[in-house]
């Protein structure tokens, strides 16, 4: 299955567009995650789900964040930003009007017409769920072009889970089926499922039958689900992931994030496992 070409690379990629913060939303409970409403002062981005931005503030630097909306949602884009080091940190301290620099679109995308007609199982755990979410919500905004839509999504804890409202929607929604899970729920306040992602899959287990697995999670959550969903049939050529290599450039110039003879910023970051097979397991 063919993946897609970056549709809106600019001929001075390394150049920084303004963008304005206008709005930003707490995700978690432990405020450690942020989505970032982005206005950009010239015009809109021709993108896909799955691709990533990077993202800078003047004098701190610039980190690569997948995109967090669809296309299919409007001009303004959405980052959802884990608190971590000197550019998030900077990030979660920028309030609504402040600009901020933002180069991208960049990197390939999710499969979306090889996913055409198929029966599509998302996988996502923690905060790797981003560009799920943007995928989730194209598929959602274009229903006609696929068939049955699996989420299965878990975090740590139910304070740790992201776009809570949207979940609930998710939950209501006759488009798709929604399974969410928390690691363990501890004290907070929680009536859904306890277990990790690799064992709702396993329980539920989605068919194979013309159906593609798109996982995004902590390494550990990756591990587990593959074996999961080889016992229920998916081949390599049927399983993708999206790799988050350190980057710098995120346009094939630096050789910062290359795989044997791949760049994960602009071959990927979306592979399929078949493909990973081939090159050197230095991800
Ligand atoms: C394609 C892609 C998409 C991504 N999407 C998202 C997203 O949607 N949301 C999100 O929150 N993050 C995302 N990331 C991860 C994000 O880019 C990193 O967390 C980034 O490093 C944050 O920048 P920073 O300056 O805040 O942190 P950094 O200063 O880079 O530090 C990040 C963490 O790494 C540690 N660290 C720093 N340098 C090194 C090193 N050399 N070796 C090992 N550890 C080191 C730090 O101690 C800290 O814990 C994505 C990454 C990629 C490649
Ligand atoms: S980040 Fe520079 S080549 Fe990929």
Same mark, same amino acid.
Request: aromatic residues 10%; charged residues 25%; glycine residues 12%.
């Given at each position: 299955?063919?993946?897609?070409?970056?549709?809106?690379? #600019?001929?001075?990629?390394?150049?920084?567009?303004?963008?304005?913060?206008?709005?930003?939303?707490?995700?978690?409970?432990?405020?450690?995650?942020?989505?970032?409403?982005?206005?950009?002062?010239?015009?809109?981005?021709?993108? =896909?789900?799955?691709?990533?931005?990077?993202?800078?503030? /003047?004098?701190?630097?610039?980190?690569?964040?997948?995109?967090?909306?669809?296309?299919?949602?409007?001009?303004?884009?959405?980052?959802?930003?884990?608190?971590?080091?000197?550019?998030?940190?900077?990030?979660?301290?920028?309030?609504?009007?402040?600009?901020?620099?933002?180069?991208?679109?960049?990197?390939? +995308?999710?499969?979306?017409?090889?996913?055409?007609?198929?029966?599509?199982?998302?996988?996502?755990?923690?905060?790797? %769920?981003?560009?799920?979410?943007?995928?989730?919500?194209?598929?959602?905004?274009?229903?006609?072009?696929?068939?049955?839509?699996?989420?299965?999504?878990?975090?740590?804890?139910?304070?740790?889970?992201?776009?809570?409202?949207?979940?609930?929607?998710?939950?209501?929604?006759?488009?798709? #089926?929604?399974?969410?899970?928390?690691?363990?729920?501890?004290?907070?306040?929680?009536?859904?499922?306890?277990?990790?992602?690799?064992?709702?899959?396993?329980?539920?287990?989605?068919?194979?039958?013309?159906?593609?697995?798109?996982?995004?999670?902590?390494?550990?959550?990756?591990? %587990?689900?593959?074996?999961?969903?080889?016992?229920?049939?998916?081949?390599?050529?049927?399983?993708? #992931?999206? =790799? &988050?290599?350190?980057?710098?450039?995120?346009?094939?110039?630096?050789?910062?994030?290359?795989?044997?003879?791949?760049?994960?910023?602009?071959?990927?970051?979306? %592979?399929?496992?078949?493909?990973?097979? &081939?090159?050197? +397991?230095? /991800?």
């Amino acid at each position: 299955m063919e993946l897609p070409k970056n549709p809106g690379l #600019t001929e001075a990629p390394m150049y920084p567009a303004v963008a304005t913060v206008e709005r930003t939303v707490v995700e978690t409970a432990a405020a450690d995650l942020k989505s970032f409403y982005l206005k950009l002062e010239n015009g809109r981005w021709d993108y =896909l789900p799955g691709q990533f931005a990077e993202l800078s503030i /003047y004098g701190e630097g610039e980190a690569p964040i997948g995109i967090a909306s669809s296309p299919t949602e409007g001009d303004l884009l959405m980052f959802t930003v884990f608190e971590t080091g000197r550019v998030s940190r900077a990030l979660h301290r920028t309030s609504p009007g402040e600009v901020i620099g933002i180069r991208g679109p960049l990197g390939n +995308a999710w499969p979306l017409d090889g996913l055409k007609g198929k029966n599509v199982v998302v996988i996502g755990g923690g905060f790797a %769920f981003t560009t799920q979410r943007s995928l989730v919500r194209y598929i959602l905004d274009n229903r006609g072009d696929y068939e049955d839509l699996v989420v299965v999504y878990g975090a740590r804890s139910p304070g740790g889970l992201l776009y809570k409202p949207e979940l609930e929607e998710w939950k209501k929604s006759d488009a798709m #089926t929604l399974y969410l899970t928390v690691d363990a729920a501890g004290d907070e306040p929680w009536d859904g499922r306890e277990g990790f992602v690799p064992t709702v899959v396993g329980e539920e287990k989605p068919s194979s039958d013309n159906a593609v697995a798109l996982v995004c999670g902590p390494p550990i959550m990756i591990k %587990f689900t593959l074996p999961v969903l080889d016992e229920l049939g998916f081949k390599p050529e049927q399983v993708y #992931t999206s =790799l &988050e290599m350190r980057m710098k450039c995120g346009v094939g110039m630096c050789g910062r994030c290359n795989i044997g003879p791949k760049y994960v910023c602009v071959d990927g970051p979306v %592979f399929s496992f078949a493909g990973l097979a &081939e090159l050197p +397991a230095e /991800y």
